[in-house]
C-alpha cells in the first residue's frame, strides 16, 4: 500500500496491481478503506503536473477498470472516480500499447456512457 501511496509513476502503479491480480493477492490489498486509497492516487498521478496528460488520464481508467472488475461488489468505488479524469472526449483505446489496459479502460469508457 506505501508503494502505491508513494509512488510517482503510474505505469508502475499499474505493473504492481496486475502482478498482485495474477498472484490472487489483490484481497488484502483493496480490503476495506484501502480501495478508496488506491482510488484516490491513481487519480493523483493521472493529474499530476498540468492536468492534461490525454494517455496519462486514459492509462488511469483503466487502472480503474482493473480495480472495479476485482472488487466486485465494491466497483462503483472505483467507476465513480472516472468522471475525474475526463473533460472532454477520452483519446482512443488505442493509444494504449497492453490489451489488458485496453479492455480495462474501455471497461471504464462503458461505464461512463452507461448514465
Do not use: W
Not at 18 to 45: E, P, W, Y
Amino acid at each position: 500500500m506505501a508503494f502505491i501511496q508513494q509512488s510517482s509513476d503510474l505505469r508502475e502503479v499499474n505493473q504492481l496491481l496486475t502482478d498482485v491480480m495474477a498472484r490472487q493477492k489483490h484481497s488484502a490489498l483493496i480490503d476495506g478503506g484501502n480501495l478508496n486509497l488506491i482510488c484516490d492516487a491513481v487519480i493523483d498521478l493521472a493529474q499530476v503536473g498540468d492536468g492534461d496528460d490525454d494517455e496519462n488520464r486514459l492509462l488511469a481508467a483503466a487502472v480503474l477498470g482493473r480495480l472495479s472488475a476485482v472488487a466486485r461488489s465494491r466497483k462503483d468505488q472505483a467507476f465513480v472516480r472516472i468522471s475525474e479524469l475526463f473533460e472532454h472526449k477520452p483519446l482512443p483505446i488505442e493509444t494504449l500499447a497492453d490489451g489488458d489496459e485496453k479492455y480495462y479502460a474501455a471497461l471504464s469508457c462503458a461505464e461512463i456512457n452507461s448514465d
